[in-house]
T-cell receptor, first 115, second 118 residues
Framework: GENVEQHPSTLSVQEGDSAVIKCTYSDSASNYFPWYKQELGKGPQLIIDIRSNVGEKKDQRIAVTLNKTAKHFSLHITETQPEDSAVYFCAASTLLTGGGNKLTFGTGTQLKVEL | GAVVSQHPSRVICKSGTSVKIECRSLDFQATTMFWYRQFPKKSLMLMATSNEGSKATYEQGVEKDKFLINHASLTLSTLTVTSAHPEDSSFYIC??????????????FGNGTRLTVT
């Protein structure tokens, strides 16, 4: 099955700096890669996603890049703010044998933006 | 944007009792919903895929008789934890896809239910 690895597990940056979180996946058939932000005690919130026919996508301060050949994708947050502090999860969509899709999640990155 | 509502947000129950958690898609129809379990500081573990009008598909190691899933309509799926035990205490999260991924759909999560079994 699909295996998604995520690094780093914790990341501390100064306010205003950029933060980068990286993920790798194992199943070359995966074709959808979302990123989620989870605040304490809440469910994950979709912040950006990318499909395999696109190499890069940007939404204001957030961008995601995808390298299908190397099977890795990254989340970039620029001009970080304290409210960006949360746990971030990457995921990859895997096609199931019987049809349908299943998301496999990375292990999460605790981002802390310090003043 | 697509909203998934999950209720209750917190529940405390006694060992041996059953607890029902509801998951609703508020502004879209979801033929498929997913139930996850999350342990503290851990990633999300898929428990089962809930299909409207048919039986749920459970992941390996998840007891279907203990975690009953019903997806009776295009906007509602329920998870019932039967005969709950302290080891069932966890954060349960549902999610729903607003349309097929090939069609550009995305997966949206509810805010989770913190279950504590005493």
């Amino acid at each position: 099955g699909e295996n998604v690895e995520q690094h780093p597990s914790t990341l501390s940056v100064q306010e205003g700096d950029s933060a980068v979180i990286k993920c790798t996946y194992s199943d070359s058939a995966s074709n959808y890669f979302p990123w989620y932000k989870q605040e304490l005690g809440k469910g994950p919130q979709l912040i950006i996603d990318i499909r395999s026919n696109v190499g890069e996508k940007k939404d204001q301060r957030i961008a995601v890049t995808l390298n299908k050949t190397a099977k890795h994708f990254s989340l970039h947050i620029t001009e970080t703010q304290p409210e960006d502090s949360a746990v971030y999860f990457c995921a990859a969509s895997t096609l199931l044998t019987g049809g349908g899709n299943k998301l496999t999640f990375g292990t999460g990155t605790q981002l802390k933006v310090e003043l | 944007g697509a909203v998934v509502s999950q209720h209750p947000s917190r529940v405390i129950c006694k060992s041996g009792t059953s607890v029902k958690i509801e998951c609703r898609s508020l502004d879209f129809q979801a033929t498929t919903m997913f139930w996850y379990r999350q342990f503290p500081k851990k990633s999300l573990m898929l428990m089962a895929t809930s299909n409207e009008g048919s039986k749920a598909t459970y992941e390996q190691g998840v007891e279907k008789d203990k975690f009953l899933i019903n997806h009776a309509s295009l906007t509602l799926s329920t998870l019932t934890v039967t005969s709950a035990h302290p080891e069932d205490s966890s954060f349960y999260i549902c999610s729903a896809r607003d349309q097929g991924w090939q069609g550009g759909g995305s997966l949206h999560f509810g805010n989770g239910t913190r279950l504590t079994v005493t």
